[in-house]
């Protein structure tokens, strides 16, 4: 089964910029939109960028999401301590006619 | 407001079945796809299929073919996600959420509405 790569552990301290890369295939990301969550311990996901960089009505625009060729990545700006927790990559993929997942990168705000 | 509200957890034995339920409310139910996902412990989170629940149309990840039936019933506006044959392996918690951008047995795996999640328990 196809799956996205992320780094597993990602940090920064309050107000800085961070970024999660994810990488995949031609069969995912380089054919389709990507799409990100967060997930709070817990908690079900949170779809935080959606079609590679539009936001969700409420989510704040320190949450940005780019894509070129078959990775992408999220950018969050402005770090606060409420953003720790643990962000997900996904995307279309054609051979499984389903989502492909990332392996998940958790944020810690030191 | 826009809400899935899945059954409560469940504790089976190996070789039973499961049976998870997601009442939709807020929204016309048969308007959108609904997509099941699990997360074992400490794992990423996984595809294991989607229903058209307009059309009832359905596609299961291979990976679970044979083991998995979704269904709906547009009367109680609720899908059902079956998965047979349990294992230890099959631990997890599992999500059932809503599909906006699903067209055509296609999507782009953004799921705006996310069930609380149910765990299943398997263990002898």
């Known amino acids: 089964q196809s799956v996205l790569t992320q780094p597993p552990s990602a940090s920064g301290t309050p107000g800085q910029r961070v970024t999660i890369s994810c990488s995949g295939s031609?069969?995912?990301?380089?054919?389709?939109?990507v799409c990100w969550y967060q997930q709070l311990p817990g908690t079900a996901p949170k779809l935080l960028i959606y079609?590679?960089?539009q936001r969700p009505s409420g989510v704040p625009d320190r949450f940005s999401g780019s894509k070129s060729g078959t990775s992408a990545s999220l950018a969050i700006s402005g770090l606060r301590s409420e953003d720790e927790a643990d962000y997900y990559c996904a995307a279309w993929d054609d051979s499984l006619s389903g989502p492909v997942f990332g392996g998940g990168t958790k944020l810690t705000v030191l | 407001q826009v809400q899935l509200v899945q059954s409560g957890a469940e504790v089976k034995k190996p070789g039973a079945s499961v049976k998870v339920s997601c009442k939709a409310s807020?929204?016309?139910?048969?308007?959108?796809?609904m997509h099941w996902v699990r997360q074992a412990p400490g794992q990423r989170l996984e595809w294991m299929g989607w229903?058209?629940?307009?059309?009832?149309?359905?596609k299961y990840s291979q990976k679970f073919q044979g083991r998995v039936t979704i269904t709906r019933d547009t009367s109680a506006s609720t899908g059902y996600m079956e998965l047979s044959s349990l294992t230890s392996e099959d631990t997890a918690v599992y999500y059932c959420?809503?599909?906006?951008?699903?067209?055509?047995?296609?999507?782009?795996?953004?799921?705006?509405?996310w069930g609380q999640g149910t765990m299943v328990t398997v263990s002898s």
């Open positions: 079609r590679n960089n």
């Open positions: 807020g929204y016309t139910f048969t308007s959108y796809a």
């Open positions: 031609s069969s995912n990301i380089g054919s389709n939109y």
């Open positions: 229903i058209n629940a307009g059309n009832v149309n359905t």
């Open positions: 959420a809503r599909d906006p951008f699903h067209r055509g047995g296609s999507g782009t795996g953004a799921f705006d509405i």
